[in-house]
T-cell receptor, first 112, second 115 residues
Framework: DQQVKQNSPSLSVQEGRISILNCDYT??????FLWYKKYPAEGPTFLIS?????DKNEDGRFTVFLNKSAKHLSLHIVPSQPGDSAVYFC???????????FGAGTRLTVKP | DGGITQSPKYLFRKEGQNVTLSCEQN?????MYWYRQDPGQGLRLIYY???????QKGDIAEGYSVSREKKESFPLTVTSAQKNPTAFYLC??????????????FGPGTRLTVT
């Protein structure tokens, strides 16, 4: 069963505009959420995370929002740059290493 | 440079052969993981190890085996019992403090093709 879902397989945005990537989860036991970025033929790299005790975490151009009641999180990239073009994975964990679940990924394309 | 190395990048095998994928890390991380990625799907956990000489099955362990004889190394063997072995395999590591883990660091992956 897919406990973490990224319903948009792809997203295209103009350079300088905001990119919003969405993620939904079903397991209410998840208490730590992460976003990873992946370029072709490379492993994912950690981007930003948020604990369930917060509803927002910001790091430069990247902000993650968490809505626990809706079991939804989103990643905002402002302003978007062509170098942000990659596949973004959402992941969720209950703090145990055996329960990190990943979404299927969203391919972001930022057009110059 | 600290990091995770996986070799080889591409691997081709005939059906019925066992094959071992290498994963080495010099980050001094306690925990290591193996994931499999298939098109249109998220990463699925095959095996993980919290400490040397100990490992646990993930969601899709059937047809795979691992060992953890050294902290730095966590090789994965894809056996002939694995029905659909062709996939992209990712190794990861993380700190392990008590029961909490931190973000995982991934290697570049190995693309295995079995014909």
């Amino acid at each position: 069963d897919q406990q973490v879902k990224q319903n948009s397989p792809s997203l295209s945005v103009q350079e300088g505009r905001i990119s919003i990537l969405n993620c939904d989860y079903t397991n209410s036991m998840f208490d730590y959420f992460l976003w990873y970025k992946k370029y072709p033929a490379e492993g994912p790299t950690f981007l930003i995370s948020i604990s369930s005790i917060k509803d927002k975490n910001e790091d430069g151009r990247f902000t993650v929002f968490l809505n626990k009641s809706a079991k939804h999180l989103s990643l905002h990239i402002v302003p978007s740059q062509p170098g942000d073009s990659a596949v973004y994975f959402c992941a969720a964990s209950n703090g145990e290493g055996n329960d990190m679940r990943f979404g299927a990924g969203t391919r972001l394309t930022v057009k110059p | 440079d600290g990091g995770i190395t996986q070799s080889p990048k591409y691997l081709f095998r005939k059906e019925g052969q066992n094959v071992t994928l290498s994963c080495e890390q010099n980050l001094n991380h306690d925990a290591m993981y193996w994931y499999r990625q298939d098109p249109g799907q998220g990463l699925r956990l095959i095996y993980y190890s919290q400490i040397v000489n100990d490992f646990q099955k993930g969601d899709i362990a059937e047809g795979y085996s691992v060992s953890r004889e050294k902290k730095e190394s966590f090789p994965l063997t894809v056996t002939s019992a694995q029905k659909n072995p062709t996939a992209f395999y990712l190794c990861a590591s993380s700190q392990w403090i008590g029961t909490a883990t931190y973000e995982q660091y991934f290697g570049p992956g190995t693309r295995l093709t079995v014909t």
